[in-house]
């Protein structure tokens, strides 16, 4: 039953998950954002000039001890560092001498008292800059800053090259990257930037920013950018644009007696325009003229919460002893389904498909007829990625049946228009990118469950089973299985071709099960019943 009762919201700790040795390590930060939402805006930390990167795969690790930045995009979940675009970090008063020695300069120990997390919004005190700091989600692509100067003296920092990973100048990752100072008065600056960015998965995609800085008092100086596209690191303070193919690309507003900063950020995945507009959008309901509406923002994002964690309630014993902290860890649990994968549908239904393209979700689903009955929903009308198939078929896939038809319809139509645009059932999906990580098409079984389920007029199960047989029996085939051939002819894959031969020989066979039974739901039956036949081959390697 969903209501504005923040009970379940009140239990989260976002720090759950955050921190623990190896795979103890959950991959999450607390950074704030809506639900499924794209945008993960919050710190990124370290204790060491070189952080262990498996410790920090969401750019985060509880017991660190210094804060980089502020990012505004990160995996969330996942064990990869990916992402971790537009660091932006209050500083002290820097001069261009200063700015040389580069990123790591304005990293800040903090007060980990004063760090405090709920969904959806994130505070902490930096101890360098003396800057009491304020994130809050208002959108799935849009968010704002306040960072409050203490000693009312200092600056601040963007950074177009910054990683939820340390990776300090490496082109491998900030492939190019540009800046443009659109505006700046003492009251206020606007200003566009893009990254074109290689991750742990990511394997190229463009990210956009657009953002807006306001201040209470005081004025706003100058902007002084620094970049090394001739070689060595240099800063301009002449200069409205700068770009760098070279890994480095940030710069630096000077403050004078400023109290207060309000950053208002949009980003987006397709374009500059589209996250100016993804920003406007996510504020149309409050008067952003009238001074900060940081704290507006911030009860309804709340409120929105609230409402979403709602929607499951769990009854224990009052008398339990540890009943607190078990609500915590059940109510924190269902946080994370909420966080992942993500919409990546933006404003007005438009989103970058597999294929590179630019296609509108919400045009394309009411000509297809997808948009009827229970399944019309906002969440079921979103395309979604970040889909770790071979981590959530079990698991968190079904619980979102469970509670949220509208989340798995919009999911199986999104695993539809990924065939559509790349010809293959997905495996790793990440934004516009097919990463191909880990083995199998395990996530056909949401297709399976979704035709239980009754689904079967609100998506094409008919064109996902074809791809399904494509990749099970044709070589090459995109997104297919390696070895094919022998495989079809033999029923294994040897160890002379793969270095986990009997995993992939186990999950080929469980993926001509998903192949059989969902051929049988569509009344496929030679596809099935040779399928099914297939599915037996785990026994010549048990």
Not at 380 to 400: E, G, I, N
Request: aromatic letters at 10%; proline letters at 4%; glycine letters at 10%.
């Amino acid at each position: 039953m969903k209501g504005n009762d923040c009970t379940a919201f009140n239990y989260v700790n976002p720090f759950i998950g955050s921190s623990g040795p190896g795979f103890g390590y959950g991959s999450v930060a607390p950074a704030v954002q809506m639900p499924y939402g794209a945008l993960r805006l919050g710190p990124d930390t370290t204790s060491s000039p070189a952080n262990i990167e498996f410790r920090h795969f969401s750019g985060y690790n509880y017991y660190d001890t210094m804060i980089r930045g502020f990012s505004h995009t990160r995996l969330a979940g996942a064990g990869v560092s990916d992402l971790g675009t537009f660091g932006i970090m209050p500083v002290t008063e820097l001069n261009e001498e200063k700015l040389l020695e580069g990123p790591s300069l304005w990293w800040s120990t903090f007060n980990k008292e004063t760090e405090i997390a709920k969904p959806g919004t994130y505070s902490v005190h930096l101890d360098l800059p003396n800057v009491d700091v304020e994130l809050v989600a208002s959108s799935g692509f849009a968010g704002l800053h306040r960072y409050n100067y203490l000693s009312n003296t200092g600056g601040l920092t963007l950074d177009l090259c910054h990683t939820a990973a340390i990776n300090p100048g490496n082109p491998s990752s900030c492939i190019n990257s540009s800046l443009h100072i659109i505006d700046s008065s003492s009251t206020s600056s606007t200003f566009t930037g893009n990254v074109f960015f290689d991750g742990g998965l990511s394997h190229g995609i463009w990210v956009y920013i657009y953002g807006e800085i306001y201040n209470k008092d005081g004025s706003l100086g100058s902007w002084t950018t620094c970049d090394n596209s001739l070689g060595d690191l240099a800063c301009n303070s002449e200069i409205t644009d700068a770009q760098s193919s070279n890994g480095k690309l940030f710069s630096y507003l000077s403050l004078k007696d400023v109290s207060s900063l309000e950053v208002r950020v949009g980003i987006s995945f397709i374009s500059e325009d589209e996250a100016k507009l993804n920003l406007i959008d996510s504020l149309q309901s409050f008067d952003t003229t009238s001074g900060s509406i940081f704290d507006q923002v911030k009860e309804k994002t709340t409120s929105i919460w609230c409402q979403e964690m709602s929607a499951v309630q769990f009854s224990m014993d009052e008398q339990t002893s540890d009943r607190t902290d078990l609500l915590s860890k059940l109510y924190t649990g269902f946080y994370r389904t909420l966080m992942t994968p993500t919409i990546y549908s933006e404003t007005n239904g438009i989103y970058l498909g597999l294929d590179k393209q630019i296609h509108n979700v919400t045009i394309d689903r009411l000509n297809g007829g997808k948009a009827n009955g229970e399944q019309s929903s906002a969440y079921s009308m979103a395309y979604y990625s970040d889909l770790s198939l071979w981590d959530t078929f079990r698991t968190m896939l079904p619980w979102q049946l469970l509670v949220s038809e509208g989340v798995s319809a919009g999911i199986l139509r999104s695993m539809e228009e990924m065939v559509n645009a790349n010809g293959g059932f997905p495996r790793w999906p990440l934004a516009s990118t097919e990463s191909g990580c880990m083995i199998g098409m395990h996530g056909s079984a949401a297709v399976i469950e979704g035709l239980q389920k009754g689904y079967k007029n609100y998506f094409n199960a008919t064109g996902i089973q074809a791809s399904m047989l494509a990749q099970a029996t044709v070589p090459g085939a995109p997104n297919g299985r390696d070895n094919v051939e022998f495989y079809l002819a033999n029923g294994y894959i040897p160890t002379e071709s793969s270095d986990v031969a009997a995993s992939v020989t186990l999950s080929y066979a469980f993926d001509d099960y998903l192949l059989a039974e969902i051929s049988d739901l569509l009344g496929e039956t030679t596809t099935a019943n040779e399928a099914r036949a297939r599915s037996k081959n785990y026994e010549k390697i048990w």
